[in-house]
């Protein structure tokens, strides 16, 4: 099963890397390169060292506002799920966050923090925190009664139920929404390298877009999308880890 489900990942990615290749060729637009010439365009600027530089800058304020967004995401998600009164209190502040337009926020924030790391860990924060929270939660309330009731049979406290049944067995839909909250976070990164300050990736996406360099603009873009996929794969790889016997959201016997 696991070798099947490989195949057709690979098999996946090789279609849509051919559908590149053949739209750049059509061409469907003179600013589409295809993908051998932007594959070519991120070996060069793998071999001159650009893109790490680039990512050493980019990874900073997305390591920093994921870690905080996670961390203090599945807390509050937490709380907001077990209690009723936190449901009403916090839900609608995460809602709102979630569906308001960042692109408009940003220029606030610049006013109040500046164009500094501070900027970008926040606009990072806003765009994972959100999905992280009403996730974890969402999770927590819908863990089954059942469950719960039977830990309290066995005279379990109040924390043993927390961490022993309801975590894990809202572990799956917590996992979902901190891969969804590091893909928004990924966004959120780009997002504040090209409106706050243009560096890191950001910085090769606007300046390869001025000058017309599109292969180098869309390698850059290319390797977001691979390296959001091998963070997301090593989450994945760490949920089966730690909730080796909770694969159908379930806690084992």
Do not use: H
């Amino acid at each position: 099963m696991q070798n099947r489900a490989l195949i057709l990942k690979l098999f996946s990615a090789f279609a849509l890397c051919l559908a590149w290749e053949i739209a750049g060729r059509v061409p469907v637009s003179y600013a589409f390169p295809t993908f051998f010439e932007s594959m070519s365009a991120l070996a060069e600027m793998t071999t001159d060292g650009r893109l790490f530089d680039a990512y050493a800058e980019t990874l900073r304020p997305l390591v920093v506002g994921i870690c905080i967004s996670a961390f203090v995401g599945i807390i509050i998600g937490l709380w907001v799920g077990l209690s009723q009164f936190f449901d009403w209190l916090f839900s609608p502040i995460f809602i709102v966050m979630q569906a308001a337009p960042l692109a408009a926020l940003i220029p606030l924030l610049v006013l109040a923090y500046g164009i500094g790391l501070t900027s970008k860990v926040i606009v990072v924060c806003i765009m994972a925190m959100p999905v992280i929270v009403l996730n974890t939660s969402g999770a927590v309330k819908n863990t089954p009664e059942t469950l719960k009731e039977m830990g309290t049979s066995f005279l379990a406290s109040r924390m043993s139920v927390i961490w022993r049944i309801i975590i894990p067995a809202a572990s799956p839909v917590i996992f979902a929404g901190l891969r969804l909250g590091i893909s928004a976070g990924f966004i959120g990164a780009i997002l504040a390298e090209l409106k706050i300050t243009p560096t890191g990736v950001g910085d090769i996406i606007t300046y390869s877009r001025s000058i017309a360099d599109y292969p180098s603009m869309y390698a850059a873009i290319f390797s977001i999308i691979v390296l959001s996929v091998l963070f997301l794969n090593l989450l994945d790889k760490i949920e089966i880890l730690l909730f080796k016997g909770n694969q159908r959201g379930y806690v084992s016997d």
